[in-house]
């Protein structure tokens, strides 16, 4: 096989043209909107699945945190579908793109801070000084507290992009030894086959956990500032 390791990872283009933006917007034809008195299959679950994310991260948030409702369950559909449709074979993950994941995670935490700073202003700069430091560390501590604040959302940028990247590459990896064993020893391919097949199973399931975890560190910040 001489596809570069980083292939899957590039951005796919059609006679030149970048086509990323056409795959973001994919998910969305993916939940339809009810337009009947009964609803099918489809939307029902759609419907459950808002439930449970409104029922997990919103009874601990106010009136001003629960406004953020319908953008944190889009952010947590929107991630969770991306990835699992990177998981297709021949597909592009656009979640395994730092920039992406940026674009995604500044104006969300953003957004919180700077609502911290209108309605809990005292509270939300009590956070870079704690109670009872010693007058010759107020300066580091408040250095410190700025640094950590400003790389929350690098953080979840960061952990998002690694998680889904490490997955598709150990796929990548697996796949390619197993079509290399085949030829060589056919029982050492099939349990690499059947390792690959266990480790797409916990993709799957990482696909889901990291676009939970992603959105409720969102909720947390916003929690946290509201």
């Known amino acids: 096989m001489n596809e570069n390791l980083f292939t899957p990872f590039m951005t796919p283009t059609l006679m030149g043209m970048p086509i990323v933006t056409f795959i973001i917007l994919f998910p969305?034809?993916?939940?339809?909107?009810?337009?009947?008195?009964?609803?099918?299959?489809?939307?029902?679950?759609?419907?459950?699945?808002?439930?449970?994310?409104?029922?997990?991260?919103?009874?601990t948030h106010n009136s001003k945190g629960r406004s953020w409702s319908l953008m944190l369950v889009t952010l947590i559909l929107f991630i969770g579908t991306t990835n699992l449709l990177g998981l297709l074979p021949h597909s592009f993950t656009p979640t395994t793109q730092l920039s992406m994941n940026l674009a995604m995670a500044i104006p969300l935490w953003a957004g919180a801070v700077l609502l911290g700073f209108r309605y809990k202003t005292k509270a939300s700069l009590a956070h870079?000084?704690?109670?009872?430091?010693?007058?010759?560390?107020?300066?580091?501590?408040?250095?410190?507290?700025?640094?950590?604040?400003?790389?929350?959302?690098?953080?979840?940028?960061?952990?998002?992009?690694?998680?889904?990247?490490?997955?598709?590459?150990?796929?990548?990896?697996?796949?390619?030894?197993?079509?290399?064993?085949?030829?060589?020893?056919?029982?050492?391919?099939?349990?690499?086959?059947?390792?690959?097949?266990?480790?797409?199973?916990?993709?799957?399931?990482?696909?889901?956990?990291?676009?939970?975890?992603?959105?409720?560190?969102?909720?947390?910040?916003?929690?946290?500032?509201?």
């Open 28 to 59: 969305t034809i993916l939940y339809p909107n009810p337009s009947r008195l009964i609803n099918n299959r489809i939307i029902t679950i759609q419907q459950w699945l808002i439930k449970l994310v409104l029922k997990q991260m919103m009874p």
């Open 128 to 226: 870079f000084l704690p109670q009872g430091t010693p007058v010759i560390l107020i300066p580091m501590l408040v250095m410190i507290e700025t640094i950590s604040l400003f790389i929350q959302p690098m953080a979840l940028a960061v952990r998002l992009t690694a998680n889904i990247t490490a997955g598709h590459l150990l796929i990548h990896l697996i796949g390619s030894a197993t079509s290399a064993l085949i030829s060589i020893s056919m029982p050492i391919a099939t349990i690499t086959f059947i390792i690959l097949l266990l480790l797409t199973l916990l993709e799957f399931a990482v696909a889901l956990i990291q676009a939970y975890v992603f959105t409720l560190l969102v909720s947390l910040y916003l929690h946290d500032n509201t």
